[in-house]
């Protein structure tokens, strides 16, 4: 280690530092000079800084896209791809700030969106490292940054209940992850990912390969919520300030699943096992094809049941998780990260509807949609584009999504092994048509209520609510202007 | 040049919400132009392509990744679906002119509807045709669930979901097809010539075929079929019926079987079966509805069942009878519903036969009488209209592989006369107008319930169109007949079958 | 039999102490107590990693371990604050008043 090496990690790590800095650039501004200022003003004032910051974050990431790095031993390795996926958690954090500005659910908005600015610090940190100390500690700083988030709504006593049980399942999930690293290390003396994979191979029959393995995929399943790891997920999605469960719903979605999978494709590519029909072996294919069967299964089924939008979103986000994972299982890249992707900026949107609504309203529930489209145009179409693509319906981004994910696990082992998975994906996509179509038929078909006026958000978060929709239609149409960058 | 057909109406779906929200005549207007210019674009586009060969429209690469392809192309099959589907486009916003709810958003759906159906009739590249198959759905749930009557819920939610089943088990095949051949590529053309291993065939084959078939109301997987019928607004159902059960039979003829020819080998008797116990079911339970609209939905999934026996034959003359049964069927279906949903159940406001039984509407409204009865003779198959035609070569298709099966698909005819005769009997010919007082239903004074010119427009049209095509049926078999000989059904040619 | 522990008596002690935990958090009532379990299983992954660590002579382990006692206290932070937070709200610590939301 000489000073030559801290110089260049000062210099590979500046986008971070900028994330930093905004963190506290946020919580300077707002204690020192907007004290007096009004709620509404200082949330926007947040916003518009973490913005900037974020911007030149993005600025610095697009200069420095062609980067490839490995230093201290895997503790921070950059690749054009995690510099592409660190730009899509800025984007994500930028709108989900600004959502803040609808509903004044605390008086201290400075602090939570330094919070949020703190959070997409530790996912950028999170998806650029081969370190299991380094994944553990980002995981860290994202999750704790989320459980505070989402007790921010001091008034409503759901949300502390909401964070306090994301807290406790989260902190299990922590130690369940630990526990299995310790057992990776000392299986193989090492935190470093590709040496594991070097050496964990000869332990491949070992029953403490598979509980290190069973470990840590329990500990993942509980940050993706796949069952039977999700019961966190109704509760803090449900009790969260719309903000933060956006957040949890997308940037962390994404770390998460790319951390996940670069755990189990580069550190873990030797144990595998195999989940194919009628030859299930152990090792993490066959553990994660049982979470992907489950999630897939009691999500669809359960947000049949829903009466709640946020409950509704959150068991779908279980099924959706399940359908991830099957990319996971195809071992591409490409195809869960552009599933991860899409998936996020989809969640944000429907939050960021949520927030109007909920906010102008006061109803979370489905039939508090009733009309909309009479009430916002705007909001209806984006909604209806969302859940849309949710659902997979072409030329949506969740329909490629989907299609990416479920030809990654079709292509996997000899004759169509993995078959069975592909065909009850499928299945449980027709399930969940329905539960999407009745949040559609609110919107569209159910009569408008008495007494109900327009309803109307910022106009940053109407054009943010446009430009997600939009995205959401492009690169649904034209798949090759994202994948590309995710090779 | 086909392709603007699909740009026209998506720019005009697109369009209609520039228009103010309650402007429903410059809906009414801007639809009307805009499938009217779809169908002249249609008809010069087919015009060009005489000879029913393959032509490629447009080819871009779409989705290199995965080899995808923007790949549209056009044989006779396609334009002749083509032209129907811009007829029964301009006859369906004919009939509903009078929309009132929500006229913007009404045609809006109505043209992505029909966007997404030109997509497929005219998309070569699998994924590309099952992206555009998809974009139809949605719409259908909307046009019912919005504007539909009967159980307009229940129905719109079933027809969905029917549709997404189908779809997905489609997906599945299609996925299936993709990387067992391996060769990157979505092409059908290409696809069509890759051998698949034989035991793959056979259940590849009935999952894309049936999930397709689903659509096309295959027995017994037909129940959405009268159900979103009669539910849905009379241009939905004349869409319904009209194309969107095209869709089906034509991704049936188009991927199912093309891909697939062993698996299409094995299945063949099967699913034979099924259509013609489609078509003598369908024509069973249509002679016992009290409803007037199930008796159309129900004699639909009866005319289908001829289109897919037709396929089944698996000869040049019953696949062309196939092919031209869609288009007359389209025709047909869309002339009956225009009739009993728009003149009928607009004006009289029930649908219920032993209601309309004391009315005689022949003399409250003669047009839409003897309108309902020329669509019936042709729908029962007379000569001198187009179903005729079909269903004759159908049957000399079908009596050449199938003998005993064709026995009981004439059967099916004969029931097909008997259905017709009671619903036009029971619905205009019986009572006596002078023995009910006008009060309890003179809602219909002849000054405000006289047939509108709209309507009489669309009736006389597709009236024209069947009779033209059962005097002249070359003009649309000149296109259809030697599409058989491109090289996308080398398959099953090379497999004796053709 | 040698008197000196092998790598598998820290690692059954480690197990133990894990499952103790992990029985603490699903079957006690106080959220103080279910607290207490969950550190008592970050710190069973603690031992599992200083044992290993000794055995596999390198000190990546250790190092480990100091991160997470670091973390663990940040955790116990924010544990606490939100219990606080709830029973502010609630006036218990009792996972039975956790009820506005449904499980």
């Given at each position: 280690m000489t000073n030559g090496d801290y110089y260049q990690l000062l210099k590979l790590l500046a986008p971070e530092w900028t994330v930093v800095g905004t963190v506290l650039a946020i919580l300077f501004a707002d204690l020192q000079f907007w004290r007096n200022r009004s709620v509404a003003w200082r949330s926007a004032g947040a916003a518009s800084i973490l913005s900037l910051g974020f911007a030149a974050a993005a600025g610095l990431l697009i200069w420095k896209r062609a980067v490839t790095a490995d230093l201290l031993g895997g503790t921070l390795v950059l690749s054009p791809t995690s510099q592409y996926v660190k730009l899509a958690l800025l984007g994500l954090a930028i709108v989900t700030a600004w959502l803040c500005t609808e509903g004044e659910f605390t008086k201290h908005v400075g602090e939570f969106v330094a919070l949020i600015a703190l959070a997409t610090a530790g996912m950028m940190f999170l998806v650029s490292t081969e370190n299991l100390l380094m994944v553990f500690v980002a995981l860290e700083l994202v999750s704790l940054s989320l459980y505070v988030m989402t007790a921010f709504n001091k008034r409503s006593p759901r949300s502390a209940e909401a964070a306090l049980k994301y807290f406790l399942f989260g902190g299990m999930a922590a130690a369940f992850t630990l526990f299995g690293f310790s057992f990776l290390y000392g299986l193989t003396g090492s935190i470093h990912l590709p040496t594991i994979a070097a050496k964990i191979s000869w332990h491949a029959g070992d029953p403490l390969t598979l509980v290190a393995i069973v470990l840590v995929v329990a500990g993942f399943g509980f940050k993706i919520a796949a069952v039977p790891f999700h019961l966190w997920a109704p509760d803090a999605y449900e009790g969260a300030p719309a903000p933060a469960a956006a957040f949890i719903a997308s940037g962390s979605k994404v770390a998460s699943f790319f951390v996940l999978g670069k755990l189990l494709s580069v550190g873990l590519p030797g144990v595998g096992g195999s989940g194919a029909w009628k030859a299930f072996s152990p090792g993490w294919l066959a553990v994660v094809a049982i979470l992907a069967t489950a999630s897939m299964i009691f999500g669809n089924l359960a947000a049949?049941?829903?009466?709640?939008l946020r409950r509704l979103l959150a068991y779908s986000a279980i099924a959706h998780a399940g359908y991830a994972l099957l990319a996971i299982i195809g071992g591409s890249q490409p195809a869960l990260l552009y599933y991860a992707i899409t998936y996020a900026v989809t969640s944000v949107g429907i939050f960021g509807v949520v927030a109007v609504v909920e906010n102008r309203t006061g109803n979370e529930d489905i039939a508090g949609l009733a009309g909309l489209r009479e009430r916002s145009f705007l909001l209806s179409v984006a909604l209806s584009v969302f859940v849309l693509s949710l659902a997979g319906v072409p030329p949506l981004a969740g329909f490629f999504g989907k299609f990416y994910a479920f030809a990654a696990a079709a292509k996997l082992g000899s004759s169509l092994g993995y078959w069975w998975l592909v065909a009850l994906a499928l299945g449980a996509s027709c399930v969940s048509l329905f539960y999407y179509l009745q949040v559609l038929k609110q919107v569209w078909v159910a009569p408008v209520p008495e007494g109900q006026g327009k309803v109307a958000g910022g106009w940053v978060v109407s054009i943010l609510l446009a430009l997600l929709a939009l995205a959401v239609l492009v690169t649904g149409a034209a798949p090759e202007l994202l994948i590309r960058f995710l090779k | 040049m086909l392709a603007w057909t699909i740009y026209i109406s998506f720019a005009a779906a697109a369009a209609m919400?520039?228009?103010?929200?309650?402007?429903r005549q410059g809906a009414r207007v801007l639809a009307l132009v805009a499938a009217l210019a779809g169908l002249a674009v249609g008809l010069a586009g087919a015009l060009q392509h005489a000879g029913g060969g393959l032509v490629t429209i447009q080819k871009y690469p779409w989705v290199p990744t995965v080899g995808a392809e923007y790949y549209l192309a056009a044989d006779g099959i396609s334009l002749t679906l083509v032209i129907l589907t811009g007829l029964a486009a301009v006859v369906g916003i004919l009939f509903s002119w009078n929309v009132e709810l929500r006229t913007r958003e009404f045609f809006a759906f109505y043209l992505a509807l029909i966007g997404g159906v030109y997509g497929v009739f005219l998309s070569f590249d699998l994924l590309l045709l099952f992206v555009f198959y998809e974009i139809a759905i949605v719409p259908k749930y909307f046009l019912i669930a919005i504007w539909g009557s009967t159980r307009r819920e229940y129905a719109a939610m079933k027809l969905a979901l029917y549709s997404f089943i189908g779809s997905a088990m489609v997906l599945a095949g299609l996925v299936a097809a993709y990387v067992v051949s391996g060769a990157q590529t979505f092409n059908l053309v290409e696809l069509a010539k890759y051998p698949f291993p034989a035991s793959f065939q056979n259940w590849a084959f009935p999952l894309v075929f049936v999930g397709f078939a689903i659509l096309a109301g295959l027995w017994p997987f037909h129940t959405w079929a009268p159900t979103g019928h009669s539910a849905a607004p009379t241009a939905a159902s004349m869409l319904l019926a009209g194309v969107v059960m095209k869709l089906g039979a034509y991704g049936c003829l188009r991927v199912a079987m093309t891909l697939f020819p062993e698996g299409l080998a094995t299945w063949r008797n099967a699913i034979a079966a099924l259509a013609v116990v489609g078509i003598v079911y369908g024509a069973l339970v249509s002679l016992t509805q009290r409803d007037f609209k199930f008796v159309i939905g129900y004699s639909s999934v009866s005319h289908m069942g001829f289109v897919l026996l037709g396929l089944m034959t698996l000869s040049t003359i019953g696949l062309s009878g196939a092919v031209l049964q869609m288009f007359s069927h389209g025709v047909i279906a869309g002339l009956l519903f225009g009739v009993v949903g728009r003149m009928v159940y607009d004006r009289e406001h029930t649908r219920d036969l032993d209601e309309l039984q004391g009315r005689r509407l022949s003399r409250t409204m003669p047009f839409a009488a003897v309108t309902f009865v020329v669509a019936g003779l042709a729908s029962m198959g007379l000569p001198g209209f187009s179903g005729f035609v079909a269903e004759l070569k159908v049957l000399i298709g079908a009596w050449q592989t199938f003998p005993k099966l064709a026995v009981i698909a004439g059967v099916g005819i004969v029931l097909g006369v008997a259905y017709t005769l009671r619903a036009v009997q029971k619905a205009f010919?019986?009572?006596?107008?002078?023995?009910?007082?006008?009060?309890?239903?003179?809602?219909?004074?002849?000054g405000e319930s006289a047939i509108t010119l709209p309507e009489k427009i669309g009736a006389v049209v597709l009236i024209a169109t069947t009779v033209l095509i059962g005097l002249y049926p070359k003009l649309l078999l000149d296109w259809i007949v030697p599409s058989f000989a491109s090289p996308l059904f080398d398959g099953l040619r090379k497999g004796g079958l053709l | 039999m040698s008197l000196t522990p092998g790598l598998h008596h820290f690692l059954v002690v480690s197990a133990l102490l894990f499952s103790l935990g992990l029985l603490g958090v699903l079957a006690r009532r106080n959220l103080l107590v279910i607290y207490m379990g969950l550190e008592l299983m970050l710190n069973a992954a603690n031992l599992a990693l200083v044992a290993f660590s000794r055995f596999n002579a390198n000190l990546n382990g250790q190092v480990m371990v100091f991160f997470i006692i670091t973390v663990a206290a940040a955790e116990v932070a924010v544990g606490l604050a939100l219990i606080v937070a709830l029973y502010r709200k609630r006036q218990s610590a009792h996972v039975e008043d956790l009820t506005s939301l449904k499980l």
């Open positions: 049949l049941a829903q009466s709640s | 919400f520039l228009l103010k929200p309650d402007s010919f019986s009572g006596d107008q002078e023995d009910v007082p006008g009060a309890v239903h003179g809602g219909h004074a002849h | -």
